[in-house]
């Protein structure tokens, strides 16, 4: 059988998390049968930095993915040539884009995005999800729709066996974006800096609030942007009990 060409037309660079979680990585295990382009590059020097996006990579292709906010007013032209090539097409979308919270560090821009993504999602052959529940929320757009977990690369996350700490570590990654997230459980977090401070201990990789950061014996981390990197900042964390808030 021949080999399937695909394009993937997405502004998240592939060694970042959503595209690398849901493209890249299911892709590589899959290698033998599928060659995939990315139609999107990036320039940079020191004056200025651009996207450059690569239509002629829809002629390449046997299948065109197009993933998260790649819709937009900027892109509109080349939305329309994917959808009238004729070939299939997925959207993939993992956060429910089209209904951001009012305090989202994003939702001014995104919210820009959402006619364009709607539009496309009611055009395109298939949309890829992340969980039953946000398949849900989008099929009043588009009824085929397929869910496609998040799951852990084996090549990157490996369980490492460690000696017991004299502290149990407490330990919170992700983006800045997350802020308000964290300040959920600011309050739970602190009582429990001040009754177990000689037992425990906090480390953020990536995010953390300003009280937080100034509790004794507190650790930051710099967020690591490829998912590579990640994956090994937060394994060598030496987290006990990871949390994960979410509004």
């Known amino acids: 059988m021949d080999r ?3 394009a993937v037309f997405s502004f998240d660079r592939p060694e970042r998390a959503c595209a690398y979680i849901r493209i890249v990585s299911p892709f590589e295990a899959v290698k033998n049968d599928v060659d995939f382009a990315w139609g999107v590059s990036y320039k940079q020097n020191p004056l200025y930095k651009r996207t450059v996006i690569h239509g002629g990579y829809i002629d390449f292709a046997d299948l065109i993915v197009v993933q998260r906010f790649f819709p937009q007013k900027r892109t509109a032209a080349v939305l329309e040539r ?31 995005c959402v006619p364009f993504i709607i539009e496309f999602m009611k055009q395109v ?4 999800v992340s969980t039953p529940l946000l398949a849900e929320a989008l099929r009043p757009y588009n009824d085929k729709i397929h869910v496609l977990p998040n799951l852990l690369d ?4 490996r369980h490492k066996p460690r000696e017991i700490p004299d502290r ?7 983006t800045v974006t997350h802020g308000g997230d964290i300040a959920l459980i600011e309050k739970a ?11 425990v201990s906090f480390k ?21 942007h490829s998912y590579g990197e990640y994956a090994q900042a937060l394994q060598g964390a030496g987290i006990d009990i990871a949390i994960v808030p979410l509004e």
């Open 82 to 112: 994917i959808i009238s090539s004729g070939k299939p097409v997925v959207y993939d979308i993992d956060d429910l884009l089209v209904d951001l919270p009012r305090e989202h560090v994003h939702k001014v821009f995104i919210d820009k």
């Open 125 to 128: 052959d298939a949309i890829s």
């Open 4 to 6: 399937i060409k695909t």
């Open 204 to 224: 953020f990789l990536g995010c953390v609030t300003e009280r937080l950061a100034s509790l004794p014996g507190v650790e930051y981390i710099d967020f690591r």
């Open 154 to 157: 084996d090549a990157l996350w």
């Open 168 to 174: 149990v570590v407490i330990g919170f990654g992700g």
């Open 189 to 199: 977090l602190l009582e429990i800096a001040e009754r177990h401070r000689e037992t």
